[in-house]
């Protein structure tokens, strides 16, 4: 995997500028994912966007016996928010509203966001593993507010949802939402996601003014390019915008 800065980002059309106002109003945690495909070529990218800065950077781990090597990056003191691995596979998480009625409860411990993306990164191969990978495991809670009462039941929130893509152009969207996960497969050449939950826009944030904004970058272009992504990315980003990631999925590039 090879890590390269970003280049200078392109002027932006009168339709992206339209949505200027509303951006400026973006909810404390405001975080863009997609993959862009066509062809041989396969981007992936997040914007990283929280009100406090207490460190970020990436994290580089070499394959070993049995497990893929990858990069993430996040919260010096935090758990990986994205990353690719050595075989082409993107990952990434951003929140989600979480209605304050909705709980899961199960009878296993869910799993540690501290440790989810990177098992996965590690373990799997393409979106259709990662998927299976998934569905073994216990449903991951992005907070670890997790609550176990006298009968040995957990109760906590699942407020995230994940994108997940490969180097085939496969990507899929992850969401834990009322007792199950619910897979949304990517149509086309792109998938987004910002804040809201697909399988569930009524639960909050959702009209979202950069899902929009993004939409129309994609469906505008001509094709899969860094110039592109790194409009999407641009049009988006705000004053807590803390990094952006951009991942060359066929031939192993990131881009900080």
């Given at each position: 995997m090879k890590m390269k800065s970003a280049g200078t980002l392109p002027v932006l059309p009168p339709l992206i500028l339209a949505f200027g106002a509303l951006l400026l109003?973006?909810?404390?945690?405001?975080?863009?994912?997609?993959?862009?495909?066509?062809?041989?070529?396969?981007l992936a990218g997040r914007s990283f966007d929280v009100p406090d800065d207490p460190g970020f950077g990436l994290l580089f781990v070499p394959a070993a016996a049995g497990t893929h090597g990858w990069v993430c990056g996040g919260r010096f003191s935090g758990p990986c928010a994205d990353g690719m691995n050595d075989q082409g596979?993107?990952?990434?998480?951003?929140?989600?509203?979480?209605?304050?009625s909705h709980t899961t409860t199960s009878s296993r411990r869910p799993a540690s966001i501290q440790t989810f993306i990177t098992s996965l990164l590690a373990n799997c191969a393409s979106v259709d593993e990662a998927i299976n990978w998934c569905r073994k495991l216990p449903t991951p809670t992005l907070y670890g507010q997790v609550h176990q009462d006298f009968l040995g039941y957990y109760t906590?929130?699942?407020?995230?949802?994940?994108?997940?893509?490969?180097?085939?152009?496969?990507?899929?969207?992850?969401?834990?939402?009322?007792?199950?996960?619910?897979?949304?497969?990517?149509?086309?050449?792109?998938?987004?996601?910002?804040?809201?939950l697909l399988t569930d826009p009524a639960a909050g944030s959702y009209p979202c003014p950069r899902y929009l904004a993004d939409t129309g970058v994609?469906?505008?272009?001509?094709?899969?390019?860094?110039?592109?992504?790194?409009?999407?990315l641009d049009t988006t980003?705000?004053?807590?915008?803390?990094?952006?990631?951009?991942?060359?999925?066929?031939?192993?590039d990131v881009h900080v």
């Open positions: 109003i973006a909810p404390a945690r405001a975080c863009t994912v997609f993959c862009y495909s066509q062809g041989n070529s396969v596979l993107f990952a990434a998480v951003a929140d989600v509203p979480v209605p304050a906590f929130d699942t407020p995230g949802h994940f994108l997940i893509a490969d180097r085939s152009g496969d990507s899929a969207v992850l969401e834990w939402y009322r007792g199950k996960l619910n897979v949304v497969r990517k149509h086309g050449r792109y998938q987004l996601m910002t804040n809201f994609f469906d505008q272009a001509t094709g899969p390019g860094l110039e592109t992504c790194r409009q999407v980003a705000q004053g807590i915008t803390r990094y952006s990631l951009l991942c060359d999925l066929a031939n192993g």
